[in-house]
């Protein structure tokens, strides 16, 4: 399983963004898909994360009412829309999939599939 994010840049504060993931490779039954970011200095953390299957989403108090997780699973995507950035959304934001559901979807251990990052950063 392959994982590529893409659509970060430089955005203004009160701006907004979108973030893909492109998904490759056998990704059979239910799996967790979520965003996590790593700010400099700071340790990685989640942001959101989407259940294959109905679709329930989960957020970081810090995200909620601003990102939207969403997936489009025909076309093998994952994508996070961020409104309202804010100067603390700065960070290297990454993907990540494992199989199963999202219970602890927190856990960045629990996920054995990773995407390289894509850089957001807001002023």
């Known amino acids: 399983v392959q994982l590529v994010e893409s659509g970060g840049g430089s955005v203004q504060a009160g701006g907004s963004l979108r973030l893909s993931c492109a998904v490759s490779g056998p990704m059979y039954g239910y799996y967790c898909m979520g965003w996590f970011r790593q700010a400099l200095g700071k340790e990685r953390e989640g942001v959101a994360s989407?259940?294959?299957?109905?679709?329930?989403?989960y957020y970081a108090d810090s995200v909620k009412g601003r990102f939207t997780i969403s997936r489009d699973n025909a076309k093998n995507m994952l994508y996070l829309q961020m409104n309202s950035v804010r100067t603390g959304d700065t960070a290297m934001y990454y993907c990540?999939?494992?199989?199963?559901?999202?219970?602890?979807?927190?856990?960045?251990?629990?996920?054995?599939?990773w995407g390289q990052g894509t850089q957001v950063t807001v002023s």
């Open positions: 989407i259940f294959s299957a109905g679709g329930s989403t």
């Open positions: 990540a999939a494992r199989r199963g559901g999202c219970i602890g979807w927190e856990r960045q251990t629990m996920y054995p599939y």
